[in-house]
């Protein structure tokens, strides 16, 4: 009970809320045709197979360097010495929340080609603090295989979204 305590303080709260929230997708899924229902469950699936995972690794204690485990090094043995790394601000879940919040806003006011392609160039460039032509780039491919894969190898219409009619 103390570890759920501790992982839960230390943000897993986040990948509890998710895991429920695909749980609730998935059974909501169970209502529809077995070929409507394939490809929702089979992601539903996965994602809640990663959620759990995820909150198993946030419940599992941590080990201490040296504890002798069979085939690891005896307490005596040092370990080796890593190259040290810029330490890496923690994730606050509110950012984390309102990213994930502006893909399904991009994707209503602009359309899946238009908003995915948005979203993508905004991502990489604020978020991941990539260059402007690598962003510009990524998301401007990514519309084009979008745009040739769903009109017109599979012959399928996207959603347009509000503001591109």
Do not use: D, H
């Amino acid at each position: 009970m103390q570890r759920i305590k501790m992982a839960l303080q230390q943000g897993a709260w986040l990948a509890w809320v998710f895991a429920a929230g695909t749980a609730l997708l998935l059974w909501q899924s169970l209502g529809l045709s077995p070929v409507a229902s394939l490809i929702p469950r089979f992601v539903l699936l996965f994602t809640l197979l990663l959620l759990l995972v995820e909150i198993a690794l946030e419940l599992k204690p941590s080990r201490t360097p040296g504890a002798n485990i069979a085939g690891s090094r005896s307490e005596a043995e040092p370990l080796p010495r890593r190259p040290e790394r810029p330490a890496m601000a923690p994730q606050q879940p509110w950012r984390v929340i309102c990213w994930i919040a502006v893909l399904p806003l991009a994707t209503w006011l602009f359309g899946v080609i238009a908003g995915g392609a948005l979203f993508c160039m905004a991502f990489l460039r604020w978020r991941s603090r990539e260059s402007w032509l690598y962003s510009l780039t990524v998301a401007l491919v990514l519309g084009l295989v979008l745009q040739v894969l769903f009109s017109w190898v599979f012959q399928a219409g996207l959603y347009q979204g509000l503001w591109t009619r």
